[in-house]
């Protein structure tokens, strides 16, 4: 844990006097349309995971997630090809499924990405979830209890920070969309059944708990060090 991390853990009051200090990175910005998302490779081994199989994982990825990336290249080349003169529905039609489909590639990196370690919590992230739930049983009661809502179903349970709240949230985003609006995602849990279908049927507590056993925490607490 960095100098700022560790005050932001032990006092409100000191991350507000920090944030101000904060230094800016440059910010570059892409164009919106004409160019091609890629499909990101898997970082790690699908065969390393135990209790969540190559055979899903691989699915998962090469269906699921590069089906996403596809359709949401597919829906923005429509988007840019429209007529200015096209109607407000035509385009509002394709907006809709373009931010389906692109919170669909987002959260399906995040959940690779947070994928592959041991489950291991790491100190700091001990800290931080104590200091959110009052303890880190607290905390994985309430988000193994979340997704285990959303067996049978579909869905994704998100731990989010929410900045102007200074709280962090176990929550689910329905549609691949419903999320905090501007809750940052440091840990992400795939419900839909392509996650665990192949592996427990509809045993979705199964999944749950081997995923618990599958998280890598050094990726989590990266993605908080970036706040
Ligand atoms: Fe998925």
Redesign the pocket.
């Known amino acids: 844990m960095n100098r700022r991390k560790a005050l932001i853990v032990g006092s409100v009051i000191a991350s507000s006097a920090l944030l101000q200090a904060n230094t800016k990175t440059p910010i570059i910005i892409k164009p919106s349309y004409g160019s091609t998302h890629q499909i990101k490779p898997l970082s790690f081994n699908p065969k390393s995971l135990k209790g969540i199989s190559e055979k899903v994982i691989v699915s998962?990825h090469d269906n699921?997630?590069a089906g996403a990336v596809k359709k949401l290249n597919l829906i923005q080349g429509q988007i840019s090809s429209l007529p200015h003169s096209a109607h407000p529905i035509e385009l509002g039609a394709l907006k809709k499924e373009e931010l389906i489909a692109l919170n669909s590639k987002l959260l399906?990196e995040l959940y690779f990405d947070n994928l592959g370690g041991k489950g291991v919590l790491p100190t700091s992230m001990k800290a931080l979830l104590t200091q959110g739930f009052g303890s880190v049983d607290a905390w994985k009661n309430d988000f193994v209890k979340t997704g285990k809502s959303l067996g049978g179903g579909s869905g994704w349970v998100i731990l989010s920070y929410i900045k102007e709240e200074q709280v962090l949230i176990n929550q689910i985003a329905g549609d691949h969309s419903d999320s905090v609006a501007t809750g940052i995602p440091l840990l992400v849990m795939?419900m839909?059944e392509?996650?665990y279908h192949m592996d427990y049927g509809v045993k979705a507590g199964k999944y749950i708990d081997a995923f618990m056993g599958n998280i890598n925490w050094k990726e989590v607490s990266s993605r908080w060090e970036a706040i």
């Open positions: 998962h699921n997630y399906h795939d839909y392509h996650s």
